[in-house]
């Protein structure tokens, strides 16, 4: 007897073979991704590779190292600006900013990375409060091609007029093309601004706490995870936090309802700012 499965059945056992191969062959972790999120961008990987299927395209990725570094490419988030919500930066101008005055020296993480352009606008912000020169940034991602982009400085010049705009918005107290030289229509951000910067690869799926920090900055990350996924992380950046340290989200995530909700005190609701008390 021959059972005939829904083509959404089967997608779905399609998908799980593919996530469930390339974690145990390529060690990377999206089995408990946002299930909407994971199969928009795998569907969208497939018509970039020329498949049909997911099946034929998982026959791709696990016989072809280069096909996986596009998907990684393909299926990681890297929608990212400097200055990104510019309310954001003023909230940590006068929430986070007094509190890191207090420290000898001071370690902040953005998790997620990407591109690097929040790491270029923390940078500028924390010059111009006058505290760079004590702090290091340690910027992580999956994914080592942004990660490449990230550490070189360099942007495309058609974009620095909108990051101009951001940048005002978010309090800031010079001209923004004081920290970049023009050449070839790209922007390449001053090397004062890199010197203090640390960018390496680092799975939030997988891998465990690397150092102990003064800031997490993760935003716009977990809303793509599920809800294991996101405990999972929640208790990474516990973990990785100091005491009194400080946890920053992105609007739509929260630690709302997860095991360490009791942990942090809200420094600003709205911009999810938290500060670690326990």
Known sequence: MIIHLSSMMLEDIEINLLLEGIYRYYGFDFRNYSRVSITRRIWHIAYIEGVKSISALQDKVLHDRECMKRFLLNVSVNVTSMFRDPSFYLALRSSVIPIL????????WHAGCSSGE??????????????????????????????????AGIFPLKFMQG???????????KSFSEYYLVA???????????????FSLHNLVSDNSFNEFNVIICRNVLI????????????LFYESLTKFGILTLGKQESIGFSDYESKYKSLDKTEKIYRRID
């Open 184 to 198: 070839d229509n790209y922007a390449t951000f001053n090397t004062s601004l890199r010197e203090n910067m640390i």
């Open 224 to 235: 793509y995870f599920d809800k294991t996924l996101q405990t999972r992380v929640h208790k």
């Open 163 to 173: 990051y101009t705009q951001n940048y005002l918005q978010a309090g800031g107290k």
């Open 101 to 108: 005055r207090t420290y000898p020296f001071i370690r902040i």
């Open 118 to 151: 929040e790491v270029y606008s923390m940078a500028i912000l924390l010059q111009e409060e006058g505290l760079y020169h004590r702090c290091r940034l340690y910027a992580t991602d999956i994914n080592e091609r942004v990660l490449s982009q990230a550490k």
